[in-house]
C-alpha cells in the first residue's frame, strides 16, 4: 500500500527547509535542488509541491508571518506596553529562525520593488500585521498602558518602521557584540520614547 503523505504538512517541511538552508548559507544557495537536499528529498519530489522558486518563497513568507504570530498569541498577556516590547522583539533576528524569517522578509521585499504581483503578496501580509497591531496599540491606550494622544494606527506605522529598520541592522551586529547591544538599547529607547502615557503639565 502507498504511503498517504500530507500535503500541507510536506509543503511546510519544505518551507522550514528553504528557512534553515537560508539561515545558515544565505538566500543565493536557493534553489529547488538545495531546498530538496536541505528537506531530505529529491528535486523531483519539491516540485510536485512547489511548481517554481517563486511560489515556493511565497509559501515561506506567508509561513514566517504565520511563525510570527503563533510567537505573538503566546505571549503573556500583562501589561500592554512590556508586552508590546516582548511583541517587537519576536519580530527581530535573535535566533537562527526569527534571523531566516527576516532574510525571507528582505529578500521578498527586494523582488517586490520590481514585481507588482509580489508587492500586492507584501502589502497584503504588512496591512495584516498594521491592523493587528493597531488593535493591540488602541487596547493599550485604553487601559492607559499606551500614549492616547496620537491615532493608534499611526503608531502601528512608526513601530512598523522602527522594528524593521533594526532588524535590517541587527543581521549584520554579531550577537554578544557592542553593536548587538547598542541597537537594542537604542529600540528600547526609541520604544519607550514613542508609547510611554504622557503626564498632564
Known amino acids: 500500500m502507498p504511503k498517504i503523505v500530507d500535503r500541507s504538512q510536506r509543503r511546510r517541511e519544505i518551507a522550514e527547509a528553504l528557512l534553515r538552508l537560508i539561515a545558515r548559507e544565505g ?20 516540485q ?15 509561513l514566517t508571518g504565520e511563525y510570527i504570530e503563533q510567537r505573538w498569541n503566546r505571549t503573556p ?6 508586552m508590546l516590547r516582548t511583541l517587537v522583539a519576536e519580530a527581530l533576528p535573535l535566533d537562527d529562525q526569527r534571523r531566516a524569517e527576516v532574510i525571507v522578509i528582505l529578500a521578498f521585499t527586494a523582488r517586490a520593488a520590481v514585481l507588482p504581483d509580489w508587492a500586492g503578496h507584501l502589502r497584503e501580509g504588512y496591512e495584516f500585521m498594521r491592523a493587528q497591531t493597531a488593535d493591540f496599540l488602541g487596547q493599550a491606550q485604553h487601559q492607559g498602558h499606551v500614549r492616547d494622544d496620537l491615532d493608534a494606527g499611526k503608531l502601528a506605522d512608526v513601530v512598523a518602521a522602527l522594528t524593521d529598520g533594526f532588524a535590517q541592522h541587527l543581521l549584520q551586529a554579531p550577537p554578544g557584540s557592542d553593536l548587538h547591544r547598542r541597537l537594542l538599547g537604542s529600540l528600547e529607547l526609541a520604544l519607550t520614547e514613542l508609547l510611554t502615557p504622557r503626564t498632564a503639565e
Open 27 to 46: 538566500i543565493e544557495t536557493v534553489s529547488v535542488r538545495t531546498v530538496a537536499a536541505e528537506a531530505g528529498l529529491s528535486a523531483g519530489a519539491v
Open 77 to 82: 498577556r500583562d501589561h500592554l506596553l512590556t
Open 48 to 62: 510536485k509541491y512547489f511548481s517554481t522558486r517563486d511560489e515556493l518563497f511565497h509559501f515561506a513568507f506567508d
